[in-house]
């Protein structure tokens, strides 16, 4: 069993930043495919990012077209942790933020949310207009 936690989630205005993290169970991090998703009040839970291992040391950062160019996504396998800055932020980034990790070996593609095995509870991000 893999537990993860979100951290970060906050009121910002537009335009501003927030960084989220999340710190995950297990001695094996670092072959974990790591993502976050997003659902908003009425809406499916959509894909936001996704930092995908690939083998040993590999990994690929994947985004969806909405947040590319203003979040980034990162990993410190050292402290169990990933992390997701957002900048530029507006009113249609307001969601509750979760964190996803697969454990079950290397992954081709990292969108869907049956591509992951664990789920964290959330974290709330509200932007102001």
């Known amino acids: 069993q893999v537990q993860l936690v979100e951290s970060g989630g906050g009121l910002v205005q537009a335009g501003g930043s927030l960084r989220l993290s999340c710190v995950a169970s297990?001695?094996?991090?670092?072959?974990?495919?790591m993502g976050w998703f997003r659902q908003a009040p009425g809406k499916e839970r959509e894909f936001v990012s996704a930092?995908?291992?690939?083998?040993?040391?590999?990994?690929?950062?994947d985004y969806v077209d909405s947040v590319k160019g203003r979040f980034t996504i990162s990993r410190d396998n050292a402290k169990n942790t990933v992390y997701l800055q957002m900048n530029s932020l507006n009113s249609e980034d307001t969601a509750v933020y979760l964190c996803?990790?697969?454990?079950?070996?290397?992954?081709?593609?990292?969108?869907?949310?049956?591509?992951?095995?664990?789920w964290g509870q959330g974290t709330q991000v509200t932007v102001s207009s």
């Open positions: 297990g001695r094996t991090f670092s072959s974990y495919t």
């Open positions: 930092i995908r291992w690939s083998g040993g040391t590999i990994y690929y950062a």
């Open positions: 996803a990790a697969r454990r079950r070996g290397i992954a081709t593609t990292a969108r869907g949310v049956s591509d992951y095995d664990y």
